[in-house]
């Protein structure tokens, strides 16, 4: 005997939409898939809620945000230094505060300073709710430790050049006074090409009027010191 299927009076179908269990079902039902998402309860920026941002009308308007999103994050350093145990003082950590928003001091299209106004609230809401790690925090430190100590080695090194480079046109200036370089030469390259044009000068000269041989002028050239002679 073939088995009924169960069905149910369209009077009860009726009665249970009409019911508030019926209507309850309809307003809770999911979303269609492929159907239009309601745009209303979203901001330019994508979110929703404390955090969304408005696109700013200017860039005097969106750098003004910047600046309270800094000033923010130094209020922050106190308690920062205390949930991540960071050993670092706050003059430190205040200096690695500017450097990060100084990376971005050239930027002029205002929805570009939007984004970055948006993702700095964003990690500073991250770090002060602990959601970042120490590591990840170090990390920004490290970074700022890195380039301080780059630019702390180019600034020697530069210091060092630039007091031979001012012994060497010191020199220079003498020996253009007494008459030995020309006065044209101006910088220490030049001089270093107008001796070598007078050296290979002279030992034309010498070799054809037979003064020196070539083997005399190679053991000369070695065994002159590192220091310039003109003499």
């Known amino acids: 005997m073939a088995s009924r ?3 149910v009076a369209p009077s ?40 969304s941002t408005a696109l700013s009308a200017s860039l005097e308007e969106a750098s003004a945000k910047a600046v309270a999103v800094y000033r923010t994050a130094l209020r ?28 971005h001091h050239e930027v002029t299209d205002p929805k570009i300073v939007d984004m970055l106004v948006f993702k700095g609230r964003q990690e500073l809401r991250e770090i002060r709710e602990q959601w970042k790690s120490r590591h990840h925090v170090y990390g920004h430190i490290h970074a700022y430790m890195d ?17 031979a480079e001012e012994k060497r046109l010191e020199t220079l200036r003498a020996w253009k006074t007494r008459g030995l370089v020309p006065q044209e030469v101006q910088s220490w390259g030049q001089y ?11 030992n034309a000269f010498a070799v ?21 002679t003109i003499m």
């Open 5 to 7: 299927v169960p069905t």
């Open 12 to 51: 009860l179908v009726s009665r249970a939409l009409s019911s508030g269990a019926g209507a309850a079902a309809v307003r809770t039902r999911m979303p269609i898939a492929g159907a239009r998402v309601d745009t209303g309860m979203y901001t330019d920026t994508g979110g929703s809620g404390a955090d």
């Open 76 to 103: 922050d350093v106190p308690a920062m230094r205390v949930n991540f145990t960071i050993i670092e003082d706050k003059a430190f950590l205040y200096a690695c505060i500017r450097d990060l928003f100084e990376r």
């Open 147 to 163: 380039k301080m100590i780059r630019e702390e080695a180019s600034r020697r090194a530069a210091e060092q050049t630039g007091g």
């Open 192 to 202: 270093l090409r107008w001796k070598e044009e007078e050296d290979l000068k002279f």
């Open 208 to 228: 054809d009027n037979k003064l020196f041989t070539h083997d005399q002028l190679e053991r000369n050239a070695k065994a002159q010191s590192s220091s310039c």
